[in-house]
């Protein structure tokens, strides 16, 4: 397996070739800015986690799958401002050649998710309420 598909000029081959597990976690075609240095981070935290993959292959402890799950999920999360910029969750400027993130768009994220878990709490709330509940005796609830 060749780890690091990326050519010297940072640009990406992945039109020519299948996306590896890491590649699709990282988003690794994701970089509007057009960063060489984001590009070889992404393409390096990818590489990372298709390691991971192949020694989980090679694996067969429980406990060696768990740490290699586990390191896998750090090197993602690494990555994961470029997923909330993909997604549009987050609005970005770019000031004095630096890409800047409004406070805005960071303060309506953080509304969204309140209200998202509002509304999971409430459904689920509601959805609770329609099982009627078996109490034991002298047990209250």
Not at 32 to 40: E, I
Not at 89 to 99: A, N, S
Not at 109 to 117: C, E, H, M, W
Not at 124 to 131: I, N, P, Q, W
Request: proline share 3%; net charge positive; aromatic share 8%.
């Amino acid at each position: 397996m060749i780890y690091g598909p990326w050519t010297d000029s940072g640009e990406e081959e992945l039109g020519m070739q299948e996306q590896t597990l890491g590649d699709r976690r990282v988003r690794a075609s994701f970089n509007p800015a057009k960063d060489n240095k984001v590009d070889a981070i992404k393409h390096a935290t990818a590489s990372l986690i298709d390691l991971c993959e192949e020694m989980k292959s090679e694996k067969q402890g429980s406990d060696s799958l768990r740490l290699l799950a586990l390191a896998q999920t750090a090197y993602e999360e690494a990555t994961y401002l470029y997923k909330l910029l993909g997604n549009g969750e987050l609005e970005t400027y770019v000031e004095g050649g630096k890409r800047m993130i409004t406070m805005r768009s960071i303060h309506e994220r953080i509304k969204r998710l309140i209200a998202a878990f509002k509304n999971t709490y409430a459904l689920a709330k509601k959805l609770l309420s329609k099982f009627p509940h078996k109490r034991k005796p002298g047990v209250r609830t």
